[in-house]
């Protein structure tokens, strides 16, 4: 009864192997070599398959098999041009980062910014302005040396009350211990490292990690 049963469970194992061999039914040129080869053995001697249907298969597999070898190489090109694009972001490590805007979004709540100030400095005001470039707020800037420098502004306006909700813009004029006036904006930083994560690449400027794409300007 074993003996029996036995054959009936192999075959069902190798029925199972074999459906789930090319489980997205995906075709290859193996496959499709497999299938003329098939075909010429089945076909009917009385009416066998002509030179010309030949030459069109065979034809067919030889262009199946130079687009994998296309792809393949264009999938290694792309690996070797994404590596190289690194590299040369690690070369902007010292430089600095534009980020194309000096604007922050003020929302009934306070705002903290970060600024660099790429020479010491002996005294000055960071400046808010508004829309239509009216400063609305002064922030003292402590002297200090060159760096980026940490605020926070809380929405009151030099006037008195507090500003709308909008975007606003950010700016400083202050003078180094020479005595020199010197100005800086926000949106602007020196790269100090690369991080390169899940496939993407992440420059740190100031105390954060932000995407390459999304700085406008190196120099």
Do not use: C, H
């Given at each position: 009864m074993i003996n029996a049963t036995t054959p009936t469970t192999t075959s069902s194992t190798k029925t199972s192997t074999s459906?789930?061999?090319?489980?997205?039914?995906?075709?290859?040129?193996?496959?499709?070599?497999?299938?003329?080869?098939?075909q010429?053995?089945?076909q009917d001697p009385t009416e066998p398959t002509d030179a010309e249907t030949i030459l069109t298969q065979t034809s067919q597999l030889a262009a199946l098999e130079s687009a994998e070898n296309t792809n393949k190489a264009l999938e290694e090109l792309a690996k070797t041009l994404a590596t190289g694009d690194q590299l040369s972001v690690?070369?902007?490590?010292?430089?600095?980062?534009d980020l194309g805007s000096n604007a922050?979004?003020?929302?009934?709540?306070e705002v903290t910014f970060e600024m660099y100030f790429p020479s010491d400095v002996a005294s000055g005001n960071v400046e808010v302005l508004d829309s239509e470039g009216k400063v609305v707020k002064t922030i003292t800037i402590p002297a200090s040396?060159?760096?980026?420098?940490q605020f926070t502004w809380d929405g009151t306006l030099s006037t008195g009350g507090f500003a709308d909700p909008a975007l606003y813009y950010v700016t400083a004029s202050y003078k180094d211990p020479q005595g020199n006036d010197l100005t800086t904006r926000l949106g602007t930083y020196p790269i100090e490292s690369v991080r390169f994560e899940e496939g993407k690449t992440l420059v740190?400027?100031?105390s954060n990690y932000v995407p390459v794409e999304n700085i406008k300007e190196i120099y």
């Amino acid at each position: 009864m074993i003996n029996a049963t036995t054959p009936t469970t192999t075959s069902s194992t190798k029925t199972s192997t074999s459906a789930y061999e090319n489980p997205d039914g995906i075709l290859g040129k193996d496959d499709f070599l497999k299938l003329l080869l098939t075909q010429l053995q089945y076909q009917d001697p009385t009416e066998p398959t002509d030179a010309e249907t030949i030459l069109t298969q065979t034809s067919q597999l030889a262009a199946l098999e130079s687009a994998e070898n296309t792809n393949k190489a264009l999938e290694e090109l792309a690996k070797t041009l994404a590596t190289g694009d690194q590299l040369s972001v690690i070369a902007a490590i010292g430089k600095t980062a534009d980020l194309g805007s000096n604007a922050i979004a003020y929302d009934d709540a306070e705002v903290t910014f970060e600024m660099y100030f790429p020479s010491d400095v002996a005294s000055g005001n960071v400046e808010v302005l508004d829309s239509e470039g009216k400063v609305v707020k002064t922030i003292t800037i402590p002297a200090s040396s060159s760096g980026v420098e940490q605020f926070t502004w809380d929405g009151t306006l030099s006037t008195g009350g507090f500003a709308d909700p909008a975007l606003y813009y950010v700016t400083a004029s202050y003078k180094d211990p020479q005595g020199n006036d010197l100005t800086t904006r926000l949106g602007t930083y020196p790269i100090e490292s690369v991080r390169f994560e899940e496939g993407k690449t992440l420059v740190k400027i100031g105390s954060n990690y932000v995407p390459v794409e999304n700085i406008k300007e190196i120099y």
